[in-house]
């Protein structure tokens, strides 16, 4: 069965051979300790670094890789945003935060939050 060590916790879960896991659900469910926030991809607290096995994740989507910007390059993965399909170790830092939003996500953001109507359900509306 292919195994996910969690190095910063010390603990190892398996799954079933053909099953592509969520990392962030698993580390969850076994109590794994990698902080989260929105489990949405917006808020990069869940941050990990891939020491092996980065080959067994399915390909980052835009919205991750523009969340994490350099750090995707240096091995960074969003553990609610990573499906892991065979062995992988993961490490963060216990004590770490949400990122600040990055130019590119900034844009996204603003582009999305722009797009919707000025009046419909603001404070102070009568809805
Ligand atoms: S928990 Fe916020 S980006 Fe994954």
């Known amino acids: 069965m292919p195994r996910i060590r969690f190095e910063t916790a ?26 989260f ?21 399915l390909p980052a989507r835009r919205r991750e890789r523009d969340r994490l910007g350099e750090l ?8 609610c945003q990573t499906y892991v399909a065979g062995d992988v170790t993961v490490a963060w830092d216990p004590d770490q935060r949400e990122m600040e939003a990055s130019g590119k996500v900034y844009d996204r953001l603003r582009q999305v939050w722009l797009a919707k109507d000025d009046t419909a359900g603001s404070p102070g509306s009568d809805g």
């Open 37 to 57: 926030r929105c489990a949405s991809g917006n808020c990069g607290t869940d941050r990990v670094r891939v020491l092996h096995g980065a080959d067994q994740l």
């Open 10 to 35: 010390d603990r190892e879960v398996t799954f079933p051979e053909g099953d592509e896991v969520n990392l962030l659900r698993v580390a969850i469910r076994h109590e794994c300790g990698i902080p």
């Open 72 to 79: 995707y390059e240096q091995g960074y993965r969003l553990a």
